[in-house]
């Protein structure tokens, strides 16, 4: 019985799956870290240069702040005359050396001014000497409580130059004031040379948030505060002083989100911002992201192509060892698997070639020994048939023998009987008592060789089996009287007294009732024959085991155990037999003939000295 | 019982003079025939009461004389006994099936030879 078919999943899918699971998982795993680290770098990378710019912005601004102070501190040195000729002569010289410084203005210690020069007119000097009084201005009050004074921005209105006033005390002892008109086109220059990329830009504002330099000039004049904006206002309460913090995001006035970097500039109290708009700052980022995730879903494609072709190079010998396997198992023993890969597939390919070779090879060696065996059988049934014939032949040849023989000697042994008959009953005259006596003897000779003559021939025509039993029903204990009464003369002349006792069970049996009765006649007149005078032969019949059995019991001189056996063969007589020199020797033969043609048995139960007793069954009948 | 006139065919001389000594003893008359054609030519002309027939003849099969008396009309009523040798089990059956009105076996008893033909001497049936 072939095993129940079990659901049969694609290997070829289960490979793909799990070579693409590993591949996918390889692939995005890696490119997830390389893009963090890369964002990381990345990131740091334009926030650095977003906190450099800002720095160098502010490194510039205040060594052009510092140029400016020393410049002053040059014409700061006091003089003897605090307002005279040589402190107007140390104005001409930085005014000619600093152009960024266009006015120059001394006030003397009490507040007034005493030397103002211009360089837009160079040498110009105004010489209302110690004139008016600047006593309560912020620069001088300022500068002379911190030494250092720095103005608000201020705006030409025709170009939009910004300046700024700055003033210094003179060194002592004279502390008077030196306010210089400053020009801060370096500030804005510095602010220019600060913006990154291209939507990138930088402004500087003051300690309130006012814009001192800004790309849009503009909001400048307009005096705009970014105080307001978040990252800016954190710049400047100093919430944002940690060192991490310099660079920040924020939005600008517009509400762009920006990479704001920030730088002070101390004095005088300025920022400079370096901002740029984060689409901008991290479009590299971005495109390096984006580029990771083509090649990520590129990779993705090649492996699960690559995969599939893996799998299907593996699967492919698999399944066409599996198909030839199924063809083998349906007896395709030609069949062979075509894998030509030189590995374990390989190997197991041969190995399943190898063994289907064999089996071929036992199979034809199988078939043609089955076919020889046939042959053989074929001869030997050839051969048992025509043996079958000779011997049915020779078995015909011996019944016609028999039958020619049976007529031949009946047709002169009717002559001895004829005419001994005829004499006998003294037809042709009279006999003496001797002639009579002679007769009888030759009657009874001619009556004992045609006994011989019916037995040989039953004897051949059971052994030829030419005998069909005429099967019927009849009375046993009917065939058993017939029986008794044809010996009763016979016994009764020798003195042995004959007796029958039949169980009342017994009844009717099926057999060919001659035959039967042939059998029963046989054993008694046997039984009588060798009884000697005085004795008795009983005939008896009873049912056992669901056959019928019948007996005769004789009280005779018994048989030898050495010729039980052979009794039941032809012409073969115990020891009384021979001695009687009556009997043909064939009844017993013919009498076992008979009973096993009914499917019975036949044997004797014998004793010397005690008699004998004859057996036969008869098998039970069908009710 | 007078003279009655029975053809004995028999190809056998000493079985001949038995029948014919034992019948002519008992006061038949006898006519003999030792082939069936003699049989055949014998009971034509002679119309006896009673055939003994052999069943082994030189010529043909006592079956077929048989048929061949059965075939003439004038023979066709003529009593006929099988005497054979071949005296095996059924025997007797078959002869009678083949039309014999009577069989006697070889060797013969005289006595029963000698009942069975004065029973069909009288005619067939009879």
């Known amino acids: ?427 042709f005259g009279e006999i003496n008592e001797k002639q009579a006596e002679y007769l009888d003897d030759i009657l009874g000779s001619a009556r004992h060789l045609l006994s011989l003559i019916d037995d040989v021939l039953d004897l051949s025509k059971v052994e030829a089996g030419q005998i069909d039993l005429q099967v019927a029903a009849f009375s046993l204990p009917g065939a058993l009287e017939r029986g008794v009464v044809i010996v009763r003369e016979r016994a009764t002349k020798g003195g042995v007294r004959v007796s029958l006792s039949s169980d009342p069970g017994v009844d009717t049996v099926m057999g060919d009732e001659r035959r039967i009765r042939q059998v029963i006649f046989n054993l008694l007149s046997n039984a009588v024959k060798f009884t000697p005078a005085g004795g008795t032969v009983d005939i008896a019949a009873a049912q056992l085991d669901g056959e019928v059995r019948v007996s005769v019991s004789d009280t005779g001189p018994g048989i030898a155990p050495d010729d039980q056996g052979r009794i039941f063969d032809e012409f073969q007589q115990a020891a009384a037999g021979k001695e009687q020199r009556e009997g043909t020797g064939l009844g017993l033969a013919l009498s076992k003939r008979l009973v096993e043609l009914h499917g019975g048995r036949i044997w004797v139960d014998s004793e010397l000295g005690k008699g004998s007793t004859f057996v036969f069954t008869l098998p039970a009948q069908p009710a | 019982m007078a003279g009655e006139q029975i053809l004995v065919v028999e190809d056998n001389e000493k079985n001949m003079k038995l029948f014919r000594d034992v019948l002519q003893a008992t006061g038949y008359r006898t006519l003999e025939a030792s082939t069936g054609g003699q049989a055949l030519m014998l009971a034509t002309e002679h119309g006896p009461a009673l055939v003994l027939m052999d069943i082994r003849l030189p010529d043909m099969d006592g079956v077929e004389a048989l048929s061949r008396l059965r075939m003439d009309e004038r023979t066709a009523f003529i009593p006929v006994l099988a005497v054979t040798a071949q005296a095996m089990k059924g025997d007797s059956e078959r002869f009678k099936e083949a039309g014999f009105d009577g069989y006697v076996s070889k060797p013969v008893d005289i006595d029963e030879l000698l009942t069975t033909v004065e029973q069909h001497c009288g005619g067939r049936g009879g």
Request: with cysteine; charged share 20%.
């Open chain 1, 1 to 427: 019985m072939e095993p129940p078919a079990r659901p049969h999943h694609r290997l070829i899918w289960k490979y793909t799956v799990v070579v693409v699971t590993l591949v996918a998982a390889a692939i995005v795993s890696v490119g997830v870290i390389e893009s963090y680290f890369s964002y990381q770098d990345s990131t740091r990378a334009v926030t650095g240069v977003a906190a450099d710019k800002a720095s160098s912005a502010a490194v510039s601004i205040d060594q052009f702040i510092q140029e400016i102070l020393g410049d002053l501190e040059s014409v700061a040195q006091p003089t003897v005359d605090p307002g005279g000729p040589e402190r107007l002569q140390s104005f001409r010289g930085l005014l000619g050396r600093q152009k960024l410084v266009s006015q120059l203005t001394y006030l003397d210690s009490s507040g007034k001014e005493c030397v103002r020069a211009y360089s837009f007119e160079i040498n110009q000097v105004d010489s209302r000497t110690c004139g008016s009084d600047r006593s309560t201005s912020q620069e001088f009050i300022r500068a002379r409580a911190e030494q250092q004074y720095f103005g608000s921005v201020a705006f030409d209105e025709r170009d939009g130059r910004a300046h700024m006033t700055i003033a210094v005390t003179e060194d002592a002892p004279g502390e008077g004031v030196i306010v210089a008109d400053v020009d801060l086109r370096s500030v804005r220059e510095a602010i220019d040379r600060a913006r990154i990329g291209t939507a990138g830009y930088a402004y500087a504002v003051d300690a309130q948030g006012e814009l001192i330099a800004h790309p849009d000039i503009n909001l400048v004049l307009a005096h705009t505060s970014f105080a307001a904006l978040p990252h800016v206002r954190a710049a400047l309460t100093g919430a944002a002083a940690a060192p991490a913090d310099v660079v920040t995001t924020g939005r600008d006035p517009d509400g762009r989100e920006v990479l704001s970097a920030f730088h002070s500039v101390e004095p005088p109290g300025w920022w400079v911002f370096v901002e740029e708009p984060l689409t901008e700052a991290f479009a590299p980022i971005e495109s390096a992201i984006w580029r990771t995730v083509l090649l990520l879903v590129v990779f993705l494609i090649l492996a699960v192509v690559t995969s599939v072709l893996l799998a299907r190079n593996l699967v492919r010998p698999i399944e066409s060892i599996q198909a030839a396997a199924a063809k083998i198992g349906s007896g395709a023993l030609d069949q062979r698997i075509e894998v030509s890969s030189r590995d374990e597939l390989g190997a197991l390919a041969d190995e399943f070639n190898r063994m289907a070779a064999r089996l071929h090879t036992f199979y034809a060696g199988l078939e043609q020994q089955v076919q020889e065996r046939t042959r053989e059988l074929a001869t030997a049934l050839a051969e048992l048939d025509e043996k079958t014939r000779e011997l049915e032949a020779a078995s015909h040849h011996k019944s016609e023998f028999l039958a020619n023989m049976s007529h031949e000697l009946r047709t002169p042994l009717n002559a001895i009987n004829g005419f001994s008959q005829v004499l006998r009953r003294q037809l």
